[in-house]
């Protein structure tokens, strides 16, 4: 993972993306850097994908138990989404 933690709360504030999660749009902080960092970690299945964004999303970001499917679901789209456009 890289370490370019934001200093600071008005920081991590500029490193919201906004995604759907189901009906509902949700800020997550940091997701550039947990897509890029699952990306370079080369995994090969969708379900280990899956599995590491959530990880590292629920690192900076708080995700309702009830939710985490809803949640993987959505990051891993946005995943899909990215590195096609790389």
């Known amino acids: 993972?890289?370490?370019d933690i934001p200093c600071c709360a008005a920081e991590a504030m500029?490193?919201?993306r906004q995604i759907s999660?189901?009906?509902t749009?949700?800020?997550l902080s940091m997701l550039e850097q947990v897509i890029e960092d699952v990306a370079d970690a080369d995994l090969s299945q969708d379900t280990k994908i899956r599995s590491e964004l959530l990880?590292?999303?629920k690192i900076y970001n708080y995700?309702?138990?009830p939710a985490e499917e809803a949640y993987a679901d959505?990051?891993?789209e946005e995943y899909k989404k990215d590195i096609k456009r790389r």
């Open 74 to 76: 959505a990051v891993f």
């Open 14 to 16: 500029r490193r919201i």
């Open 55 to 57: 990880r590292q999303v």
């Open 63 to 65: 995700v309702p138990k």
């Open 25 to 27: 749009v949700v800020g």
């Open 21 to 23: 999660v189901g009906d």
């Open 1 to 3: 993972m890289n370490k």
